[in-house]
Every structure is written in structure tokens, then in C-alpha cells.
């Protein structure tokens, strides 16, 4: 944050937003945020029964798979992180 | 003069005592009128004795033990050494205790006959003398005030390899006298020591043994600083002196001063012999010592001080003077600038502190912890300290801890010396400071050192250190945890060498109770086995101790935690059979702590135990012990097990024989204690059985005891009602309490609170007696006293409600007749009361049956406004706003618009319920009249200067808007925005946003019609308009969402989302709090789509700006998102893929 701004009251709320997951800032790589993206989706998949249910046919698996197979997946859903370069 | 002539007198002159008073003036040539403020200000000149001992104690060099382990040296001067420089002290004590009870002795026994003040015999010193010797196997300690003896010098040479070591210091200033305040020339102790040994409170020492010395060089009653008992100097004398004629005659051999010349004042010279101090010196010394008259304002290198006091030139002498710092070595250039430092942080002015501390900090491990603590510590001690210093140093301290870290273990001891002090302090903010520290250093020290340094004054001579360690002790172990203390608290509770230390760790358990509450109860049934057995120690002191610490935890425990106190319940109850006196009220205190933690079904066996000990107590004369029976007596009846029949029968009968007695009405303490007793006794014997039984004392001749007894009754009543008072009762009682009304000589809350709280409880069967009551408060109206009139006015505000469910309308009309006769009231206060009286009668009889009628009651009110008394003005306003909102219709419309004017007044009171009261009235005012006039008012206000009164003029023209409807105002307000005025431009913009606010959904209507003025102050090049209109946004946003006006918010929405790099803590805020009411209205995917343009944009401060947006978003609507997210397969790379797959999925 800029220098103006580190003793007023938006500092606290960095504070607070950084208390939560998901939340990025101005440093958060490409990876990082996508890996986000894709735990916030399938997230909502497992938490909204309609979609759920929704996939489940599309797939030809039950319900109960599904979620399953999408609370495992939250695991790494983009795959390992890259290589850092320095 | 003829002898029977009366004696002419032609002039006048002032009386004698005055001459003589200005006489004595001038006698006293620097009398100082700030003296007496400055020792009140003065911590030490304030504190009792007791706080005083702190200045008797004596800190040890303290080694870091693991440090030294580490470096493979052995270690000195540690543990050990404290501990037998500890028991050479009590011993010492031991000994001088027996000396005096000899002399007592013998003196007793009238083997004495010359005067007390005589020297005893030689032969009898010279024998206390030997046994001392003896006794501690060492020479004597020496003491701060005793000149070195002459062989000690001899070791000076040997050897110290400290940087702070003479040897150190004569290279780098060979000629400079050492103005050290305390500067002794020896430090002889052991080779090879810590390195960093400092000495600012190191007295020599005869023998190779560590240096324990008195911490403080000012011990009471010699105030070295003291220009007119100071000695004189040899300077002085020669100026005094003739030069001829006189010899200056050496001292004989073995002659030795009693009392040194203060040491710091008049540095010991060196060892070589006489030196003569240069010039700048000397005037640094002469500052010091008070010569120079004026103390200086501006210090080289510090610049200019808020203050400087006489004491402080002592300290900071060296940086006083100008000196060449070329010639000073490393050490001496960094104590300098430790010195600085902490002058500006202790005398500076605000910024200059600020920076002085910040710097302080940062440098606190390349200063070192020797040096720093070395300047810090005796300032602390310094006598003449006030709070703000001391306040200021503690914080440097703390701050310093922080960076030290380990570093400080070897000073541990010096500053827990100085620090404990403030754990018994009487102001709260220095007890929490002390506690801060002391939790800092321990974390800092670790738990192992803590332990080692502390032990020793355990089993101190002197109860003050035993009990101020007690309390750090306490702090240590809930900054690190009460388990990892636990098994050094078993063995000392359990130490058989002495029984100071078993008290002093009983102590421990019992401020750990107090300080921590109830996080002690994981711990419970430890702590309680660690103390158990004291209740059966052979010391009575140890027996009490462990009471007090039983019932502290008891209390921190409640209501939990009876089962650990299994063991110690056998030992309380025969306990309070054994004891007498301050143990057995100990033992009663611990007592009625656990009775409220009993089951019910076992609490009833437990107190027939305890009352009949209770009943036998309720006759002791003790002050103390009256206190405890009192309060348990009201921990019995609070319990759940004991019934109403056991205290109606067992209890009350000698309860009130021996505490419901004149006598103690008169001490403060036991009056308030014996009201709550008989009120939570009440709780279960029933409203009648106690009212009862006190009721006839209303008419008791004593006022005080009075007091008391309608103070119990107002709280029995005001908890349990009146419908438990019979008629015979309730004639008695109505009966007393008017008496009592009416013979009060003091004008206090309490008769008024008690005579509103009976009669409103009594409700309709008072009114049998409203008729006296009424002619009464009449009376009393009339009275010729102020505060009686008030009184009465205040009780009729009480009884209106009451007056008027009896249906006794006459008994009102009267009143408010009598009432606004006295409207002409000059005292503020009671005129307050007045009118709020009438305000009281108003509200309950109508506006319409209102005796005055409004017609005549408000014009008489309109003065009235302008008086300047709060209270006066809140009760005005308040009958005023009342009226406008009931009974509008019964004045003419011109007197509306005169109060309207007066109103705007009011609209700068301090009190805030007068402002909101004012603000109010105007929405009531403009209801009944219709709001063109009183909005014309209001907007006119808008060009005042006072910007308290534009703002309430917003908020009124809001609540006019909310009152009448916003079609009426808005078009008014964005009129008025048209004028060239800034004031009257925010004005108008802060009215909308308190209008918008306040209307919410309706603001549906008058969106576009706001829209052009909006993107008129969004682009504005003030600041203030682009805030106040984004606040506008986001209640119109919030207002809106849901009901079809996203297309004028998407446009308000393109105006202010620039604004969002704006830097002004007040713009930024309103900015950001209006995007995120955009995402409520537009929804979230949409504010995505603004932020995605920048969170990877390559300037860093567009990020910052867009992640922090991203963020409020995210934490709003995380789900909602999910949906809009944009695609990024085509980024899949390696390993990583990016397609959200699942999403892709279709039937």
C-alpha cells in the first residue's frame, strides 16, 4: 500500500481481507490466482445441489461421486506449482 | 498624646498579619509558588511509606547464565551469589532486630537512666558490632553514605576488561574527571565476567566478591540537590574566606565524614590526587548543583526542551556542557548519544519525543543493554519523578525489551528492582504498565532465568520485596503460563527452611487468581493442592495467606469448580472454629467464596456451620471483620440451597439487632456493605419481612441512618415490587417516607430516588394519600431554598405518571398551574427541573387538557430557549419538540417560525441530545406548518460559519424531507445547489445524502432527477464534493438495488469508479464503500469486469488500488462470481491446466 495511505483506516481493512483465503494482492502470481478460481467453481459445484445434480448426469455419476471427486480435486486443481525463476 | 485621648487615627493600613505575610516573602528570596503543585505531582512525595520502601532496595548484578555456558566460562555473580547475599541480609537484619530488643530491654528494665538519645555504652556497641561480624562472616555491606575506606584503592588496579572499565575510560580521556554520577573508582569484582559489566550503581567493594549495592543514591530525607543545605564547596570558602591568616588543616587520620557529600554532585576525583576540573566542566557541575541560576532551555545536540528540571542536570550533565567530540571515545560518543536521547524522549515536546523514541528503538541492540540500562534505571529511581516520566521511561523500556531480547538477562534484576514497584502503584495505568513489562522481560529472559533471579527475594527480610515479587511473579506466570510455573510454586509453597517463602508462594497463587480470573480454572485443583496444606502451617500468618489465596480463587473460579476445592473444605470449616480474630476472617472470606460454588443440596449443611460462627462475629468491634461477616452473610443467602425459612428464622433476628443500628450509618463503607446485605437477603425473605422490620426507622432522628434505611427500601422495593405490602404496612411506610421527605436537611438523590420508587411501585394504592403528598410538594415549591424547589419540581416529574392512574386530573391541573407560575425561575438547575416537570404533566394529562394551555405554555417557553444552561435547554427543548409533534395545531404559525429561528441556535449546543432533540423539532414543526417555510430557514442556514451548525441544518432538512416526503425538499435542495457558495454546495450535497439515507427505496423516484447534479459534483476538482456525492452513490445504490434503475447507476457508477485511485483517507473511504454498494445493485460480475482490466497491470500502485477492490468484492459475493470468471484455458502451460472443466460440462 502507499506510503499515504499505511496509517489510515484502509489499512485495516488490508488487514482484514488478508485474514481471508482467496483474497490476492498486488504481488499474487497467475497460478495463484487461478488455483483460487478453480476452488471458489468447484466449491460451488458442491455447495449448490442443482449443479451438482446438474453434472451428475452429464457425467453419468452419482451425486455423491461428483462431490467427491470435486472436494478431491480442490487439491491442487491447476496442478503443481510452477518453478519459481529467482 | 494625652493618655485618655482616643488615639486619632489618620491613615489606614493594611492589617498586621498581611504586613507580615509580604515580610515573610521577601524574606524567602526564591519562593517558589509551584513548589506545593510540583511535590503533588511528584510520585514519590505522594505515596505512602510503604510505596517509599522501594528506594531501601538493592539490586544485584545478575549474569546470563546460558550465555556464559555457552562461552565455557563459569559462571560468577549469579544464582548463587544472590542467594547468599540474601541470607547475609536477613541475617544482618536478625541481628540489628536483637540489638534493639536489647536496648528495649534494658531500658525497660531501668538499667538505662541517661537520656533515649544517648549513645549506648561503648562496651555494648563494640559487642553488637563483634556478633555482627560474626554473624555475616564479611565485612559489612557498605552502605551508599559511607566514604570508601582508604585500603580499598589498592585494588583499583586490578583488572577489568569491561569497555566501561576505568582503565577503558583514563585511555580515552586521560585529564577528564569522571563526572559519573555515581562514579565510585573501583570495580573490583571478578575477572573475566560478563564483558559489558556496567556500573551506574556500583559502590566499591572491599573484598572480590560482587558488588551489592544500594540501588539508590537518594535515601530519604537528604535531598542532595538542595541549594540551601548543601555543603559548601572549598570554592566557596576561599571566596568567603580572607586569603591571610587562615590554614587550611588536613583532616585527621581515620577521620571519615558520616554523611558523604553527595558523590554525584561532587565527583570523586581520581586516584592521582587533586585535579582541577576545566572550565566548561565546572559549570556543568555548578548547573548540576544548583549555582547557576537559570537552568538551560536549549542543550547542545538536543535542542530546545518542553521543560528542565533542576534534578535532571545531575543525570545529564555530560551533555550539558560543549565539548570537543573529537577526543571522545566510541563508548563515550555513544553514551552521549544514549543521553540525548533520553532527554528528549523525557523532557522534549511531543514530535521531538516521537522521533527521539523511534530512534532509541532501532538502535537498542547496537547501544547495548549495559549502557542503555545504565542511564534508563536511575532516572527511574529519581525521587522528584513525575507520572509523565515515568510514564515516558517505562515505554522506552518496553520498547527496548523488545529489541534487546536476551541481551537484557543480566539486568533482569535491575529492572524488575525498579519496575516491581509500580505493580502496588495506586493509579491503574501504571499497575498495567508495570504488568506490560515485566510479561515483556519474561518472554524476553525466559522462564529458567525469571525463576533464578527472583528466588532470592522470596524468603526476603523485608515484606515489600516479598510482596512486590509476589506480584511479578503472578505477571510472569500468566505471560508464560501458569503449568510451566507450577512445579516451582509446589516446592516453594512447601519449603520447610522458612516460612516466608511458603507465604510468599501462597501469595503468588493468590495475585494469580486475581490477575488472571478465570483462565485459572484448567489450572484449579493444582493451584488449590499446591496451597492446601498452608491452612494447617504452623505460622499464622502462612494459615491467613492461604484463606485469602483460596477465597481469590474461588472467586476468579466461580460458579465453576467446586471439586477441586474438595480438599480444603474439611480444613476451612474445623478451621473456623480454631481461629480467632484477622485468620478467622480470613478463613470466613475464603468461606463465602465457595459457598456460591456448593451444589444447593450441600450448601444448607455448610452454612448452619458457618452461622453460628457469623452470629457470634456479628458483635466484633473490628471494622474489618464486620466487613467480611457482611459480605458473607450476603454469599449465604445468594446460594441457591439456603431456604427463606432458615434466614427468616435464623438470621434476621440477630442480623438486624446488630447491624441495623445508628451507629453504622456513619462510616461509608459499612453503610453501603449493610445495604447490600439486607437487599440480597430480601431476595429471600420477601419484601414485607424486611421493610417491615426497618420501616419505623424512617422517622428515626438521625438523618443518616434514615438515609440508609429508605436506601434498602427503595432497592427491595425497586427489585421485588410492592405487592407483598400490606395495608397496615403500607400506611406506615407512605407515612415515613413523607416524613422522611420532609426532614431531610440535604438535598440528595437518595430520599427523592426512594419517595419516586415506593410510590410508582404502589402505583393506585397511593391514592389515599396524593392529597398530602401533593400540598407537600406544593409547600415545598414555594420554598424559599433553590435546591428545595428543585427537588420538589424533580419528584413531581416522578409521581405525574402515578397522579394520573389515580385519576386525580385536579391534583395535576394544579401543579401545572403552581408550575408554570414559576416558569420566572432563576437558578438554571432548578428552572430545568421545572419545566421538565411541566413537561412530565403535559405527557401524561394530553396537550389537549393540558392546565396551562399550550396557547400560553409556549410562547412563555420561547425565552426561555435562549438560556444558555444545558440542563435548561434540553428540558425546554424537549417540551417543545413534544408539543410541535401533539399539539402543533393550539399555536400560531408565527410562533413556530420565531422557535424555528431559536432552534438554529440549539443547533451548536455541546450536549448532544440537544442537538438531536433541535433537529427533531424542526421535522415536527414542519409537518404541521408544511415545510416551505421551515426548509427556507433551514437552507438559509446552510451559509452560516460554524460547520457544527450547517451540518445539523443537513440533518434537519433530511428529517423535514423524511416527514413530508422528499419530493418536497429535493427540488428546493438542488436549487439551492445552484448557488456560487461552497459552503452551500456541500451543504446541499449532505443534505441529499442524509435525505437518501433516510428514505431508502423511495430514493427509486428521484433518481434521474439527481443524476445531472450528481455527475455535475463527481467532476468536480474539489475533493469534498466527489466524497460527499460517492456517499450520495452509495445510499442511493443501496436504496435502489432490486428495483430497475441500473441504467442511471451503471452512469453514476463510470463516474466515480476514477475516483478510486484517489489518496485522501476520507475520499478513498467514501469511494470504495460506493463500489462495493455498486456491487449490491449492479452485481458483482459486473464490478468484475472493472477490476480484471488492472489486477496484473504493470504499475504496482494500479494493483495495489485493484486488488484491494477485488478483494471487498471477492469477500462480498465469492460464490456469485464464480459464473464470471473469464476463461483462461488458452494460459494453460506445462503441467498447469486453467480450463475450468466442470463448467464446460453440457446435456
Not at chain 2, 517463602?501 to 490477575?515: E, K, Y
Request: charged share 25%.
Amino acid at each position: 500500500m502507499s506510503s499515504e495511505l499505511r496509517y489510515t483506516a484502509n489499512t485495516q481493512l488490508e488487514h482484514l481481507h488478508a485474514r481471508y483465503t482467496g483474497t490476492g494482492h498486488a504481488d499474487l502470481t497467475k497460478y495463484e490466482w487461478l488455483t483460487h478460481q478453480h476452488r471458489d467453481t468447484l466449491s460451488s459445484i458442491v455447495g449448490h445441489p442443482p449443479l451438482a445434480s446438474y453434472l451428475a448426469i452429464a457425467d453419468g455419476e452419482a451425486i455423491g461421486r461428483v462431490k467427491f471427486e470435486m472436494t478431491e480435486r480442490m487439491l491442487q486443481p491447476c496442478g503443481p506449482p510452477p518453478a519459481k525463476d529467482d | 498624646m494625652s493618655g485618655d485621648e482616643p488615639r486619632l487615627v489618620d491613615s489606614f493600613t493594611a492589617p498586621k498579619e498581611v504586613l507580615q505575610e509580604f515580610a515573610d516573602l521577601a524574606e524567602e528570596e526564591d519562593f517558589d509558588p509551584f513548589a506545593e503543585t510540583a511535590s503533588k505531582r511528584q510520585i514519590a512525595a505522594r505515596q505512602s511509606d510503604y510505596h517509599n520502601r522501594r528506594f531501601e532496595r538493592v539490586a544485584h548484578e545478575g549474569v546470563d547464565a546460558f550465555k556464559a555456558v555457552e562461552d565455557g566460562k563459569e559462571v560468577e555473580g549469579g544464582y548463587k551469589d544472590a542467594m547468599r547475599l540474601q541470607m547475609l541480609e536477613r541475617e544482618e537484619q536478625r541481628v540489628r532486630r536483637a540489638i534493639e530488643d536489647k536496648e528495649r530491654q534494658a531500658r525497660e528494665e531501668g538499667k538505662e537512666k541517661m537520656d533515649l538519645d544517648r549513645t549506648p555504652p561503648r562496651e555494648e556497641l563494640m559487642e553488637a558490632a563483634q556478633e555482627l561480624a560474626q554473624s555475616s562472616g564479611t565485612k559489612r555491606k557498605r552502605r551508599w553514605d559511607m566514604s570508601e575506606p582508604s585500603d580499598e584503592n589498592a585494588d583499583v588496579k586490578m583488572e577489568d576488561k569491561g569497555e566501561w572499565s576505568k582503565e577503558a575510560l583514563e585511555q580515552a580521556a586521560p585529564k577528564k574527571r569522571r563526572s559519573r554520577w555515581d562514579a565510585t573508582p573501583a570495580d573490583v569484582t571478578n575477572v573475566g565476567e560478563t564483558p559489558k559489566r556496567s556500573r551506574w550503581d556500583q559502590a566499591p567493594a572491599a573484598q572480590p566478591e560482587p558488588a551489592m549495592t544500594p540501588i539508590i543514591m537518594n535515601a530519604p530525607g537528604l535531598m542532595h540537590d538542595d541549594k540551601h543545605n548543601r555543603y559548601l564547596s572549598d570554592e566557596e570558602l576561599d571566596a568567603i574566606l580572607p586569603s591571610q591568616g587562615y590554614q587550611i588543616v588536613t583532616p585527621p587520620p581515620g577521620y571519615a565524614p558520616l554523611v558523604r557529600p553527595p558523590k554525584f554532585a561532587n565527583p570523586v576525583t581520581e586516584v592521582g590526587g587533586f585535579h582541577i576540573s576545566e572550565g566548561s566542566d565546572a559549570a556543568a557541575v555548578a548547573a548540576a548543583q544548583g549555582l547557576a541560576p537559570e537552568l538551560p532551555t536549549e542543550i547542545p545536540g538536543v535542542g530546545s526542551l518542553a521543560f528542565f528540571k533542576a534534578e535532571d542536570a545531575q543525570y545529564f550533565a555530560k551533555i550539558l556542557k560543549e565539548e570537543d567530540e573529537t577526543e571522545l571515545s566510541v563508548d563515550e560518543m555513544k553514551e552521549r548519544k544514549i543521553m540525548r536521547l533520553l532527554l528528549k524522549i523525557k523532557n522534549g515536546t511531543p514530535p521531538v519525543r516521537k522521533t527521539a523514541l523511534r530512534q532509541i528503538t532501532d538502535k537498542a541492540r547496537e547501544f547495548g543493554a549495559g549502557p542503555l540500562f545504565d542511564k534508563i534505571l536511575p532516572l527511574l529511581m529519581e525521587r522528584t519523578l513525575e507520572d509523565q516520566e515515568r510514564h515516558l521511561l517505562v515505554k522506552v523500556i518496553d520498547r527496548v525489551l523488545y529489541k534487546l531480547d536476551d541481551l537484557v538477562r543480566p539486568y533482569v534484576h535491575k529492572i524488575l528492582v525498579v519496575i516491581e514497584p509500580l505493580l502496588i502503584d495506586e493509579d491503574y495505568y501504571a499497575r498495567v504498565e508495570g504488568r506490560e513489562i515485566i510479561s515483556n522481560l519474561s518472554k524476553a529472559a525466559g522462564l529458567a532465568h525469571m525463576i533464578s533471579t527472583m528466588r532470592p527475594d522470596i524468603d526476603h527480610a523485608d515484606e515489600y520485596v516479598r510482596n512486590t515479587t509476589a506480584r511479578a511473579f503472578s505477571v510472569v506466570a500468566s505471560a508464560l503460563g501458569i503449568p510451566s510455573l507450577l512445579p516451582f510454586l509446589k516446592a516453594v509453597c512447601r519449603s520447610k527452611k522458612s516460612w516466608q517463602a511458603r507465604h510468599t508462594g501462597i501469595r503468588i497463587v493468590q495475585q494469580i487468581a486475581i490477575m488472571m480470573g478465570c483462565a485459572v480454572l484448567p489450572h484449579l485443583r493444582n493451584l488449590v493442592d499446591c496451597i492446601a496444606h498452608g491452612l494447617q502451617d504452623e505460622q499464622q500468618k502462612v494459615r491467613t495467606m492461604t484463606a485469602l489465596a483460596l477465597a481469590a480463587l474461588a472467586e476468579a473460579a466461580a460458579p465453576y469448580g467446586i471439586e477441586s476445592f474438595d480438599n480444603v473444605l474439611k480444613p476451612l470449616w474445623v478451621g473456623i472454629r480454631l481461629h480467632r480474630g484477622k485468620s478467622l476472617a480470613a478463613f470466613l472470606k475464603a468461606i463465602g467464596f465457595i459457598l456460591p460454588l456448593m451444589d444447593p443440596e450441600y450448601v444448607s449443611y455448610y452454612i448452619k456451620e458457618v452461622t453460628i460462627i457469623l452470629i457470634r462475629e456479628f458483635q466484633t468491634s473490628d471494622e474489618e471483620m464486620k466487613k467480611i461477616v457482611l459480605k458473607v452473610v450476603q454469599q449465604c443467602a445468594a446460594t441457591e440451597g439456603v431456604t427463606p425459612q432458615y434466614i427468616k428464622q435464623d438470621i434476621l433476628p440477630d442480623f438486624f439487632k446488630a447491624f441495623w443500628v445508628r451507629r453504622m450509618a456513619l462510616d461509608r463503607r459499612n453503610y453501603r456493605q449493610v445495604v447490600e446485605t439486607t437487599v440480597e437477603l430480601a431476595q429471600k425473605a420477601g419484601v414485607a419481612e424486611i421493610v417491615g422490620r426497618i420501616v419505623n426507622d424512617l422517622k428515626d432522628e438521625a438523618e443518616p441512618y434514615r438515609k440508609m434505611v429508605m436506601e434498602t427500601i427503595t432497592k427491595v422495593v425497586a427489585s421485588l415490587g410492592a405487592s407483598d405490602i400490606d395495608e397496615r404496612l403500607e400506611v406506615r411506610l407512605v407515612d415515613g417516607i413523607i416524613y422522611a421527605f420532609q426532614e431531610q436537611t440535604t438535598e440528595d438523590q437518595v430520599m427523592l430516588d426512594g419517595f419516586g420508587t415506593v410510590v410508582n411501585a404502589l402505583g393506585i394504592r397511593v391514592k389515599p394519600y396524593l392529597t398530602q403528598i401533593v400540598s407537600t410538594i406544593l409547600w415545598r415549591l414555594n420554598n424559599k431554598s433553590a435546591k428545595v424547589r428543585q427537588q420538589a419540581a424533580d419528584l413531581t416529574t416522578r409521581l405525574a405518571v402515578v397522579i394520573k392512574q389515580c385519576g386525580e386530573d385536579q391534583l395535576l391541573n394544579k401543579l401545572g398551574l403552581v408550575l408554570f407560575e414559576q416558569l420566572g425561575e432563576e437558578y438554571p438547575d432548578t428552572l430545568g427541573s421545572i419545566i421538565a416537570a411541566e413537561g412530565a404533566i403535559a405527557n401524561v394529562v394530553g396537550m389537549t387538557q393540558m392546565n396551562p394551555p399550550i396557547k400560553d405554555l409556549l410562547p412563555r417557553l420561547t425565552p426561555i430557549l435562549r438560556n444558555r444552561h444545558e440542563k435548561v435547554q434540553e428540558a425546554t427543548i424537549n417540551l417543545i419538540g413534544r408539543i410541535a409533534d401533539r399539539g402543533a395545531e393550539f399555536v400560531p404559525a408565527r410562533e413556530w417560525m420565531r422557535i424555528c429561528f431559536e432552534l438554529l441556535d440549539l443547533l451548536k449546543a455541546h450536549k448532544k441530545g440537544i442537538r438531536r432533540a433541535a433537529v427533531n423539532s424542526f421535522g415536527y414543526i414542519a409537518k404541521s406548518l408544511g415545510p416551505q417555510d421551515v426548509l427556507q430557514v433551514l437552507l438559509t442556514n446552510l451559509r452560516v460559519q460554524e460547520r457544527q451548525s450547517r451540518v445539523c441544518s443537513t440533518v434537519a432538512i433530511a428529517i423535514v424531507a423524511e416527514t413530508c416526503g422528499p419530493f418536497t425538499c429535493i427540488p428546493a435542495i438542488l436549487n439551492e445547489y445552484r448557488t456560487a457558495e461552497l459552503n452551500v454546495r456541500t451543504g446541499c450535497l449532505k443534505a441529499l445524502t442524509f435525505v437518501f439515507e433516510y428514505v431508502g427505496p423511495q430514493s427509486a423516484y428521484y433518481v434521474d432527477s439527481v443524476v445531472t447534479m450528481l455527475e455535475d459534483a463527481l467532476t468536480d476538482r474539489d475533493l469534498v464534493h466527489r466524497q460527499t456525492a460517492s456517499v450520495i452513490v452509495k445510499h442511493l445504490a443501496l436504496g435502489v438495488a432490486g428495483l430497475g434503475c441500473e441504467d442511471s447507476m451503471m452512469h453514476l457508477m463510470n463516474l466515480v469508479w476514477p475516483n478510486c485511485f484517489e489518496t485522501s483517507p476520507h475520499v478513498i473511504g467514501a469511494v470504495m464503500e460506493a463500489i462495493e454498494a455498486m456491487r449490491v445493485t449492479l452485481g458483482p460480475g459486473v464490478l468484475l469486469s472493472y477490476t480484471l482490466q488492472g489486477l496484473f497491470h504493470p504499475a504496482r500502485k494500479v494493483r495495489e488500488v485493484y486488488w484491494r477492490v477485488y478483494n471487498s468484492l471477492y469477500l462480498g459475493a465469492s460464490d456469485a462470481l464464480v459464473p464470471f470468471y473469464p476463461d483462461l484455458g488458452e494460459l494453460s502451460e506445462g503441467q498447469n491446466v486453467y480450463d475450468r472443466h466442470p463448467l464446460q460440462m453440457f446435456i
